[in-house]
């Protein structure tokens, strides 16, 4: 694992060409090093104010992940952690609930829990809404 002092200087070189914020799994990619080494390297930079969170990504509805901080080479302040809008919060929520009603009905149907049939009612292609209701 590489030691924050060796790969901080690495992290800085590769912010400060990049003409974009990049997140800690992008850096790590780029610089072919594990995500703990650049976190470690991007805490001790960002102590020492050489680094800031420039804006945050979070990945589209239909794919699953935490939101990530998008970092940029300088001593700007970091911009707040965005919260849900109550449609996202309600979107979730709802989908976390059909879920849920999609095992119940399963294992109502079938008498047991079949993992295959999950795997092809994730990956059918959903019907479109029609236009009246």
């Keep these: 694992m590489a030691r924050p002092a060796l790969a901080r200087p690495r992290i800085l070189e590769l912010l400060s060409a990049a003409r974009h914020p990049m997140t800690r799994e992008q850096i790590a990619d780029e610089l072919e090093m594990t995500i703990g080494a650049v976190k470690d390297a991007v805490r001790s930079a960002k102590k020492a104010r050489l680094v ?4 945050w990504y979070r990945p589209p509805i239909d794919e699953h992940g935490r939101k990530s901080q998008m970092l940029a080479l300088g001593n700007k302040p970091d911009v707040p952690e965005p ?4 449609a996202q919060y309600s979107r979730r929520t709802r989908q976390r609930h059909n879920a849920v009603y999609r095992v119940r009905e399963s294992i109502r149907r079938h008498g047991y829990l079949n993992p295959y049939l999950q795997l092809l009612c994730r990956s059918a292609p959903k019907k479109p809404r029609s236009a009246t209701a």
Excluded: F, K, N, P
């Design 52 to 55: 800031y969170i420039a804006d």
């Design 83 to 86: 919260r849900l809008t109550g």
